[in-house]
Structure formats: C-alpha cells, structure tokens
Nanobody, 123 residues
C-alpha cells in the first residue's frame, strides 16, 4: 500500500526553524506533485506549499512566502518543508499530500496524504 511517511516537527520558540520531511513509499512518486497543508485547532485545513513533479516552480500560501521553502530530495519521492522565522500562528498539524496533478495538490484534493505531524511554536 502506498504511503506518505512524515517526520520532523516538534516544539520550537518563535523565530526558530524546523524542517518537515515526507517520504513516499514508492519511487513512482517522483512523478507526482507534492505539497504541504496545515490544520490548526478549530480551523479548516489550509494550503501551505506545493512543488510540481517536472519543473522548478513552487507555490506558496501568502502566510508562507519568504519564510518557508518546499523542496524535493535527490530521489524526488521525498519532499521537505523548511520553516524559518516561525510564529505562534504557525502552530498546527502539518500534512503532506501527493497527486499526479499539481492543481489537485494545491486544491487540497490530492489522492495521497501523510499521517500528520504536530508543529508547536511558543511565544
């Protein structure tokens, strides 16, 4: 069964950095767009960032621009989210997603999802 396995996250002070990782269990995911979403308590899940399979474009929510960087590993079936200058409002459970289509990932309707990882930013 295809899986997206997340790692990283944790507790950090405001202004600090964290890196999230999401590894796909199948190498075919190198052909998939991948992305990150987050869901804070009492709020809806929201888009954070996405990266296509075959080009260097990246897409970010306004809240992530200039602070977060999405990238793929050399094997292309792993995606990272480097988060810098973290703020308390970044506190959420973060999910990775994958789908053959970038627009589907950005829309939040990707076919595959990771298990989620908690990021907590203290003030």
């Amino acid at each position: 069964q295809v899986q997206l396995v997340q790692s990283g996250g944790g507790l950090v002070q405001a202004g600090g950095s964290l890196r999230l990782s999401c590894a796909a269990s199948e190498p075919t995911f190198s052909n998939f767009a991948m992305g990150w979403f987050r869901q804070a308590p009492g709020k809806e899940r929201e888009f954070v960032a996405a990266i296509p399979a075959f080009d260097d474009n990246t897409y970010y929510a306004d809240s992530a621009k200039g602070r977060f960087t999405i990238s793929r590993g050399s094997a292309k079936n792993t995606v990272y989210l480097q988060m810098n200058s973290l703020k308390p409002e970044d506190t959420a459970v973060y999910f990775c997603a994958a789908d053959p289509l970038t627009r589907t990932v950005v829309a939040g309707t990707g076919h595959y999802w990771g298990q989620g990882t908690q990021v907590t930013v203290s003030s």
